[in-house]
């Protein structure tokens, strides 16, 4: 079975998206801030990272170095799930090395096609 860490502060959209991927069959881990974000990418290994950008304390771009810059963890896709819609924030999650970008708000199939 497949493995999904949701790594947003923001409830609401954690649990949506939860509800997506329990749906579809996956086993679902979240993570309230970037840091936690990063200690359960860690521990778990998850397959895929869904990670939000405006977090308190480490944001999603700072978790995401973080993650690529070690080799535990750097092979697990990283997509940020954000509302955050600016060239430049696409251009720097690809230059941080994140797998994908997708906007809020989204439908189930844009995040599902992600994993």
Known sequence: MKRVLIVDDAPVDAQNLRRIFSDAGW??????????GVVAAKRDLPD???????MP???GFSAT???MQDP???GIP???????????DRVFAQMLGA????TKPYTDDQVLSLG
Not at 48 to 54: E, T
Not at 78 to 88: G, H, I, P, R
Not at 99 to 102: A, I, S, Y
């Open 27 to 36: 086993t679902v881990l979240v993570a309230a801030t970037g840091t936690d």
């Open 48 to 54: 895929l990272i869904l990670m939000d950008v405006n």
């Open 57 to 59: 304390g480490l944001d």
């Open 65 to 67: 170095r973080q993650l």
């Open 72 to 74: 535990t963890t750097k």
């Open 78 to 88: 990283v997509v940020f799930v954000t509302s955050k819609d600016q060239k430049a």
């Open 99 to 102: 797998k994908g970008f997708v």
